[in-house]
């Protein structure tokens, strides 16, 4: 069941809106974004140049808990790597944020 009064909810709503007019790029019409939904929430998020046959980046993430502790980021080719992990307090606050590049 989904909770749509989530704000996981709300923000996969607000990027599932927003990829459909495209955008993501330089420009907002040299590409549009493909999100993907789990239950409600953001899980990926791909970019693609506005013919659909170059993919310009991509973007999984990864929830615990209800609270947003990952976020893999890559290049297009998949040779660059970006990893954020996020980490947060017994309240629920975001704590911190680590960046790897790979």
Not at 21 to 42: H, I, K, M, N
Request: negative net charge.
């Amino acid at each position: 069941m989904t909770d749509t009064n989530s704000i996981l909810y709300k923000i996969g709503q607000a990027v599932k809106s927003a990829s459909e007019g495209g955008g993501g790029g330089s420009s907002p019409t040299d590409s549009y974004s493909e999100p993907t939904f789990t239950d409600g929430a953001l899980t990926s998020l791909t970019t693609w140049t506005s013919d659909g046959g170059t993919k310009v980046s991509s973007k999984a993430f990864t929830y615990t808990s209800g609270n947003l502790t990952r976020v893999v980021e890559k290049d297009g080719s998949d040779a660059t790597t970006l990893t954020k992990t996020l980490t947060y307090d017994s309240s629920g606050n975001l704590e911190s944020v680590t960046k790897d590049y790979a």
